[in-house]
């Protein structure tokens, strides 16, 4: 059966997911999940709605929403927006799914499949938009660990955005936890420490970006081969192959493509370095994208839109100035003039020259003089709807990072030059947008009581997450045994987090509670072993006699075996001297009753019953039925029945 358990896929075509999403084409299927082009009903706009399988619906549905919720919150120009998710019944199955944006400018993958490749200096404009967005992402606890190129998608102002983040790494690390059964197509874009099946992070998702850069550049994957194997076991310990083609972008995937992830650059490492080598490489030529189809209100593929290349400001001042009369213009038209022409024609014609000079020198005037305009107080504006405010003065945006504890992330902090001032059309205007508050590193709370690590996290600007307590033979009780950031568990003290996340810490009970063994028959040296390997300790009472143990084992203990005692207690024993008995007295040559009694307590027994007729001496004695000769040893205590003739 397959994953969609007998559900065809175009059986869902028409589908109305959650009385919202209309489903109208399938895009893509893996083994987890189908991609369909929806309409959103609500905003009448297409959209892209990942539907994953029952099995992994059923399995983790918790994880994808959650990591779906996270990703709906980030609000960055280079991550592909997240604008729902949630459960619903397709067929007789419950499917988690996702919605995101659909812009209309492709993949990379879809440039790299029409054999467009990219310049380095197109790769490098590229590559900052993704690690600006990677960066984003990994400072709030979100990667990918799944990036390939069919991941970054394309606006109609060509610049690069990452989708799937959050959602895409639980998939992946399910996958990965057997790398026996992933596919050629994950491992192309894997990093070696996901190949030898080790713990990775956020440092995975740079070298799968540094194998991307080389392909779309070069057309060829690194250490691709035709098995998974082969792929897999290529890029473990290798240097990440460059080229003197790949200009300044050699050194910066060098590093990115460490094998060591301990050597390999972060995403914002990787991002600055790339900004660094910009000056190096020629300026980018527009990227060669692949728009994608669009369909109409029938749901029927609509003929591409033709595009054009506007001019360029400068073009069309320069058109606009040959179209202006010259001076010389003017004084040629007033030579034209007959000079034998009446007085008044003269005047007329001077006139009109005259006005020819005016007009044109005005219109020339305007070309060349640029408008300026005031800078519009943007601060606490989100970025897009900031650039729409100055779209109209055709200024040139730059956009800078910068971390901010006041204002949102996405939304601009400041401008350069700042509101209020004159700009010119056609000028530079900075746009200084915030990443959020500002990371902070990470206290070390390992050994700290919880009171002081609760303080430590406080003065970092972080929350005491969840506290959960735990047996440790080394920490002592109160104390942090270790800590963790839930959705970076790989984190250490030193690293970086947004200001506000949560770490959980574990705490100390002190050792382990020890259930004690059962000693009973065992010497006391063995006891003694038993007890000191479980840290407990031994401590013997007088010995004693025992009727069940032989002498030199354990009689009895205290307290008894499977009760729990804290590790350094103790644990008394008493050891075996044996039986205690004692011989039967002679009561042959005793005639009197109350001699045979004496006798018979005196030995240490007990006088039990007394039959026949009490005349002479007694003919027998027993013990339990069984007659007990004079001299038989008998456990002490014993009940002795005296027996008469008749």
Not at 30 to 52: E, I, K, Q, Y
Not at 146 to 160: H, N, Q, T, Y
Not at 504 to 529: C, E, N
Request: some cysteine; overall charge negative; glycine content about 8%.
């Amino acid at each position: 059966m397959s994953i969609f358990e007998n559900h065809d896929p175009d059986s869902l075509i028409d589908t109305l997911i959650d009385g919202r999403f209309r489903l109208r084409t399938e895009t893509a299927r893996s083994g987890s999940s189908t991609v369909f082009v929806a309409r959103d009903l609500r905003t009448d706009v297409d959209v892209s709605v990942r539907v994953f399988s029952a099995d992994v619906s059923r399995q983790r549905a918790d994880a994808l929403l959650e990591q779906a919720t996270a990703a709906a919150s980030m609000n960055h120009p280079q991550v592909l927006r997240t604008l729902a998710s949630g459960r619903a019944t397709i067929g007789q199955s419950s499917r988690v799914y996702v919605v995101q944006e659909i812009l209309d400018g492709g993949t990379l993958q879809d440039m790299i499949d029409r054999g467009r490749l990219l310049t380095p200096s197109q790769a490098l404009a590229v590559g900052v938009d993704v690690c600006r967005a990677l960066d984003y992402a990994h400072k709030r606890g979100l990667t990918h660990f799944d990036l390939r190129p069919s991941a970054i998608v394309f606006g109609e102002d060509r610049r690069a955005r990452v989708a799937d983040l959050g959602v895409a790494s639980v998939v992946s690390e399910d996958a990965w936890a057997d790398t026996t059964s992933v596919s050629l197509e994950r491992a192309r874009y894997c990093a070696p420490e996901q190949a030898t099946g080790e713990p990775f992070d956020e440092k995975a998702d740079v070298y799968a970006l540094a194998l991307i850069l080389t392909e779309a550049v070069t057309g060829a994957v690194p250490f691709l081969a035709d098995s998974v194997v082969t792929t897999l076991g290529g890029r473990v310990d290798k240097l990440f192959p460059v080229s003197a083609d790949l200009g300044g972008l050699a050194s910066v995937l060098e590093k990115a493509g460490r094998s060591d992830p301990l050597e390999r650059s972060s995403a914002a490492d990787m991002g600055r370095a790339l900004v660094q080598a910009a000056p190096s490489l020629p300026r980018p030529t527009p990227l060669p994208l692949v728009s994608n189809v669009s369909f109409d209100g029938t749901g029927e593929i609509a003929r591409p839109v033709e595009t054009t290349v506007i001019p360029t400001t400068t073009d069309t001042m320069v058109i606009a100035a040959t179209d202006v009369a010259s001076d010389s213009d003017a004084v040629d038209a007033v030579d034209a003039a007959r000079p034998d022409a009446p007085a008044i024609a003269r005047w007329i014609v001077a006139a009109v020259a005259v006005l020819v000079v005016v007009v044109g020198g005005f219109l020339l005037f305007k070309v060349i003089q640029k408008d300026s305009y005031a800078v519009p107080a943007l601060t606490g504006v989100d970025l897009g709807e900031a650039t729409n405010l100055v779209t109209e003065y055709d200024w040139t945006i730059v956009e800078v990072e910068e971390a901010s504890e006041d204002v949102p992330a996405g939304a601009i902090v400041r401008t350069e030059p700042e509101a209020g001032q004159k700009l010119q059309t056609g000028k530079t205007i900075t746009f200084v947008v915030s990443t959020g508050p500002p990371p902070v590193p990470l206290p070390e709370l390992n050994a700290l009581d919880v009171a002081t690590a609760t303080a430590a996290l406080t003065d970092a600007g972080l929350v005491l997450g969840a506290q959960t307590p735990e047996f440790s033979e080394d920490v002592p009780t109160g104390l942090v045994i270790r800590w963790v950031v839930a959705l970076q568990p790989n984190l250490v003290a030193g690293q970086e987090v947004i200001k506000g996340t949560a770490v959980d810490i574990v705490v100390s009970q002190g050792p382990a509670p020890r259930v004690v063994p059962d000693l009973r028959g065992m010497t006391i040296d063995a006891a003694t072993v038993a007890l000191n390997d479980l840290q407990l300790i031994v401590n013997r009472a007088d010995d004693e006699f025992s009727l069940d143990v032989p002498v030199g084992g354990v009689s009895t203990q205290s307290p008894a075996a499977g009760e729990s005692l804290p590790k350094g207690s103790s644990v008394t024993v008493a050891i075996s001297k044996g039986p205690d008995v004692v011989a039967m007295p002679n009561l042959a040559t005793l005639t009197n009753l109350d001699a045979v009694k004496a006798a018979i307590t005196n030995a240490g027994l007990t006088v039990g019953n007394v039959t026949g007729r009490v005349r002479g001496a007694p003919i027998a004695a027993t013990v339990g039925g069984q007659v007990v000769a004079a001299g038989q040893l008998i456990p002490r205590g014993s009940v002795v029945d005296i027996v008469y003739y008749g």
